[in-house]
């Protein structure tokens, strides 16, 4: 397995390759300030009770939704860790407008929707997320031996002050403690300095921005099964070397690329991407899934294509539509498909094709890191499900509706 990251213009593209396959792709406008992750000092702009929710000033260029699900429950707890000048976590109903509040961005802007927010502020690392504000402390249900979980446990009690929450995440496993303490260390410091400079800013003010694209993949990453990583900018390549010296992950498997040509269309990732833009996604058995996105939902059609014309067609109906469901899996995926979704299989008469079919879907879906929830398959033979997503999707990321038919595609005839 390898990783590619390329500086294309503005964009920063990061593309992880399996077998000469294209497993993931992510995009990221580099110049951009609004992030996931983004911690701010904010100003209420408006309280809307009727909505359980506040739109906050961020000093960006669309304003902030905070609900109310996503206020902090610890009131005194939290007010404690904060300047008493920021009247910190109340009930929305009292909140009012001019509040200055801190909050951080769990949800990028998506169509006509601003950035979700959250009070509840999370700072990540490789092995811990640290809760600042919240006393709760977990560990990854991923890692599943006893006496790891508990060697674990107990050393969050001699790393951590007692009023700090932490989530320990499944890359600890079996890390060494002093490699846990450098974490907790520099995370700490960097909650610290962020409290410091609530004292001397004035709302709307960016607090701390989250890492670009390239290294917060990596903070994520199991390097495990990495054989390298290819960058085709001297500046990137350095700042990845300095980010993952601490890990100690080795330098030789870092590679600057030198090639005259471009390092996307060397791997034959350029190629990839273009058919990521389109609908139809063609399968080995000649059948095919075609994927129409709008803001509200995404609808996946499976098609069979000629092969229905055999002798046995049940078998060919159940063939292609265990295919597409393998393929619909890694689309969601390679595409950043969120939200609603709605697939139409292949009509299946037989109950027993249909229940396979689905724990077919189900179990592929069990590798997403995503929060998916699926519904069983409806008396219409659809399949309803929804996916998280915090960022916009590669296609929002490549285009934009055209100034003619407004994304329609088709224009009135004269």
Same mark, same amino acid.
């Given at each position: 397995?390898?990783?590619?990251?390329?500086?294309?213009? %503005?964009?920063? &593209?990061?593309?992880?390759?399996?077998?000469?396959?294209?497993?993931? =792709?992510?995009?990221?406008?580099?110049?951009?300030?609004?992030?996931?992750?983004?911690?701010?000092?904010?100003?209420?702009?408006?309280?809307?009770?009727?909505?359980?929710?506040?739109?906050? %000033?961020?000093?960006?260029?669309?304003?902030?939704?905070?609900?109310?699900?996503?206020?902090?429950?610890?009131?005194?707890?939290?007010?404690?860790?904060?300047?008493?000048?920021?009247?910190? =976590?109340?009930?929305?109903?009292?909140?009012?407008?001019?509040?200055?509040?801190?909050?951080?961005?769990?949800?990028?802007?998506?169509?006509?929707?601003?950035?979700?927010?959250?009070?509840?502020?999370?700072?990540?690392? &490789?092995?811990?997320?640290?809760?600042?504000?919240?006393?709760?402390?977990?560990?990854?249900?991923?890692?599943?031996?006893?006496?790891?979980?508990?060697?674990?446990?107990?050393?969050?009690?001699?790393?951590?002050?007692?009023?700090?929450?932490?989530?320990?995440?499944?890359?600890?496993?079996?890390?060494?403690?002093?490699?846990?303490?450098?974490?907790?260390?520099?995370?700490?410091?960097?909650?610290?300095?962020?409290?410091?400079?609530?004292?001397?800013?004035?709302?709307?003010?960016?607090?701390?921005?989250?890492?670009?694209?390239?290294?917060?993949?990596?903070?994520?990453?199991?390097?495990? %099964?990495?054989?390298?990583?290819?960058? %085709?900018?001297?500046?990137?390549?350095?700042?990845?070397?300095?980010?993952?010296?601490?890990?100690?992950?080795?330098?030789?498997?870092?590679?600057?690329?030198?090639?005259?040509?471009?390092? =996307?269309?060397?791997?034959?990732?350029?190629?990839?991407?273009?058919?990521?833009?389109?609908?139809?996604?063609?399968?080995?058995?000649?059948?095919?899934?075609?994927?129409?996105?709008?803001?509200?939902?995404?609808?996946?059609?499976?098609?069979?294509?000629?092969?229905?014309?055999?002798?046995?067609?049940?078998?060919?109906?159940?063939?292609?539509?265990?295919?597409?469901?393998?393929?619909i899996v890694h689309q969601l995926k390679l595409r950043n498909l969120g939200g609603i979704i709605i697939i139409d299989f292949i009509d299946m008469e037989s109950p027993s094709d249909q229940r396979y079919v689905h724990k077919t879907l189900e179990k592929d879906l069990e590798k997403d890191k995503a929060k998916i929830n699926i519904l069983q398959i409806s008396k219409l033979g659809l399949?309803?499900?929804?996916?998280?997503?915090?960022?916009?999707?590669?296609?929002?990321?490549?285009?934009?509706?055209?100034?003619?038919?407004?994304?329609?595609?088709?224009?009135r005839k004269e």
């Amino acid at each position: 397995m390898k990783i590619l990251i390329n500086c294309n213009g %503005d964009n920063l &593209r990061v593309a992880i390759i399996q077998d000469g396959v294209l497993k993931n =792709f992510l995009v990221e406008k580099s110049t951009r300030k609004l992030r996931v992750g983004n911690i701010y000092k904010a100003k209420v702009e408006k309280v809307i009770p009727s909505l359980n929710a506040s739109f906050l %000033d961020l000093g960006e260029e669309r304003h902030g939704f905070l609900p109310v699900e996503d206020f902090s429950e610890d009131l005194t707890y939290q007010e404690d860790l904060v300047d008493e000048e920021i009247t910190a =976590f109340r009930p929305v109903e009292k909140l009012k407008k001019g509040d200055e509040i801190l909050v951080q961005v769990v949800k990028d802007f998506i169509g006509t929707k601003g950035p979700k927010l959250t009070t509840r502020i999370s700072l990540p690392g &490789r092995y811990l997320v640290l809760l600042p504000m919240e006393r709760k402390r977990g560990i990854s249900k991923r890692i599943k031996e006893g006496k790891e979980r508990e060697r674990l446990k107990s050393l969050l009690e001699t790393l951590l002050p007692e009023k700090i929450g932490v989530i320990v995440r499944t890359l600890a496993e079996g890390q060494k403690k002093n490699i846990l303490f450098y974490e907790v260390k520099q995370l700490l410091k960097r909650w610290q300095r962020m409290k410091v400079k609530t004292k001397t800013v004035s709302a709307p003010f960016l607090l701390s921005q989250e890492i670009d694209l390239d290294l917060r993949m990596l903070r994520d990453f199991v390097f495990s %099964d990495l054989d390298e990583i290819v960058v %085709d900018s001297l500046l990137r390549y350095k700042n990845i070397f300095r980010f993952l010296k601490p890990y100690s992950f080795p330098g030789r498997k870092i590679k600057f690329y030198r090639g005259k040509v471009p390092l =996307f269309e060397s791997e034959g990732v350029e190629k990839e991407i273009e058919k990521l833009l389109g609908k139809r996604v063609r399968l080995k058995s000649g059948g095919s899934i075609i994927i129409e996105e709008t803001e509200a939902l995404v609808s996946i059609d499976v098609n069979s294509g000629k092969r229905v014309r055999g002798k046995n067609i049940r078998e060919v109906i159940l063939k292609t539509n265990l295919e597409a469901a393998q393929e619909i899996v890694h689309q969601l995926k390679l595409r950043n498909l969120g939200g609603i979704i709605i697939i139409d299989f292949i009509d299946m008469e037989s109950p027993s094709d249909q229940r396979y079919v689905h724990k077919t879907l189900e179990k592929d879906l069990e590798k997403d890191k995503a929060k998916i929830n699926i519904l069983q398959i409806s008396k219409l033979g659809l399949v309803e499900m929804s996916r998280q997503r915090t960022t916009e999707s590669i296609n929002a990321s490549y285009f934009q509706d055209c100034p003619y038919c407004a994304g329609t595609g088709k224009i009135r005839k004269e």
